[in-house]
C-alpha cells in the first residue's frame, strides 16, 4: 500500500529561547520486508544551528538538533512517500505461553532487537502487579504466545475507552489504567505493562495509522494523528508481532511505522531541553493519503 504522509509539529514559546537541544524521530522507517520509503525530507525552522544524524541502540533513525541563536517557534516538516507491504497470514508457530520463559532464556544475543531489554522494567512501564493480574486473568489456559498477546489486545480493547482529555502526555500506565480511559499511548504502556507482568518480552511502536473520514464527508487536512502500538515478541520462529489495543487488530498494512523502543521515552517524535522562560505550546497536523498502486494498473 502506497502513502504519502505529511507531518508538521509546530512550538511555540511565550518568550524566545536563545538555545535548544532536541532529539527528532519524525522520519517513516525504511525496515526490508515491511515497508519502504520511496522518499522523505525533513526540514526544520529555524534553519540556522547543527543537525546530526544517527542510529539509536534500538536501530531508530535520530536527527539531533542544536539551535544556538533566539527563536520564539521551532517548525518540524516531514514529507514521505512510504510502500507498506501487506503480509500474509502467518502460521502460529510460536510457543506455548507457559514455555515462553525458557525460551527467552535461551536467547543469547542482546543487540537491540534481543527480547531480553523489553521483559524487564523501563522508564515509563515499571512492573505492575495490577496490570500482571489482569492479564494473567484474560490470558486462557494451554494457548500459545501469539494467541494469548491477542487475548490481551482483545480485553484492553474492550476494557479501555478512549478518551482525549483523560490523561497526558506524562499520565503514568497504572493511572490510565485505573480510570480505564486514555489515548493510544496509554493503551500500548498499559499493553505493554500487562505482557511483561506475565512474562511476555513487550515493547513501543510509534508511527502513522490511516484514518477514515465519515460516510459522505472529505478528508480534512492535518485530520489525521501520530498513532501508537505495541510489539510482541512470540519466540524465535515467529519473531516480533505487532498489535494495536486502541483499534483491537493485529497491525497490518494500514499502520506506518516510525520508531520502535521499550516505551514512548525512546521514541518520543521530539525530545530536549530549551533555555527559555514561560509556557509554550505545540500543534501537531498529520496527513496519511493512500495512493494507487501501480502495480494495479499494470495488472489490469
Not at 498477546?149 to 478512549?162: K, Q, R, Y
Request: charge should be negative.
Amino acid at each position: 500500500m502506497l502513502y504519502d504522509i505529511s507531518l508538521r509539529i509546530t512550538y511555540r514559546y511565550e518568550h524566545p529561547a536563545n538555545a535548544g537541544r532536541h532529539l527528532l524521530r519524525v522520519m517513516p522507517a525504511d525496515l526490508p520486508g515491511e515497508q519502504r520509503r520511496l522518499s522523505g525530507t525533513l526540514d526544520v525552522s529555524p534553519t540556522c544551528g547543527q543537525q546530526l544524524g544517527f542510529r539509536d541502540f534500538f536501530g531508530n533513525e535520530v536527527l539531533r538538533l542544536s539551535l544556538a541563536s533566539a527563536h520564539d517557534e521551532l517548525a518540524i516538516t516531514v514529507k514521505a512517500r512510504v510502500d507498506r507491504t501487506t503480509r500474509a497470514p502467518r502460521v502460529d508457530t510460536s510457543p506455548p505461553f507457559d514455555a515462553l520463559g525458557d525460551v527467552v532464556a535461551r536467547e543469547l544475543t542482546l543487540a537491540g532487537t534481543s527480547p531480553h531489554h523489553f521483559v524487564i522494567p523501563s522508564a515509563r512501564v515499571p512492573l505492575s502487579s495490577m496490570l500482571r493480574d489482569f492479564a494473567q486473568a484474560c490470558i486462557p489456559e494451554n494457548v500459545t504466545t501469539l494467541r494469548a498477546v491477542h487475548a490481551l489486545g482483545e480485553a484492553l480493547h474492550e476494557e479501555l475507552i478512549f478518551d482525549a482529555d483523560a490523561t497526558t502526555v506524562d499520565t503514568p500506565a497504572e493511572e490510565a489504567f485505573i480510570a480505564r480511559r486514555g489515548v493510544c499511548q496509554d493503551f500500548a504502556h498499559i499493553m505493554i505493562g500487562c505482557l511483561r507482568g506475565v512474562g511476555v518480552p513487550a515493547g513501543y511502536v510509534s508511527g502513522f495509522l490511516r484514518t477514515e473520514p465519515p460516510p459522505g464527508c472529505a478528508r480534512l487536512d492535518g485530520a489525521d494523528a501520530m498513532h501508537a502500538w505495541v510489539r510482541a515478541w512470540c519466540g524465535p520462529s515467529l519473531g516480533w508481532v505487532e498489535y494495536d489495543p486502541t483499534n483491537g487488530v493485529q497491525v497490518r498494512d494500514d499502520h506506518v511505522v516510525v520508531a520502535r523502543g521499550r516505551d514512548y521515552s525512546d521514541v518520543a517524535p521530539v525530545r530536549g531541553v530549551l533555555r527559555t522562560a514561560g509556557t509554550q505550546r505545540s500543534i501537531h497536523l498529520v496527513d496519511m493519503v493512500p495512493l494507487p498502486d501501480p502495480d494495479d494498473d499494470e495488472r489490469s
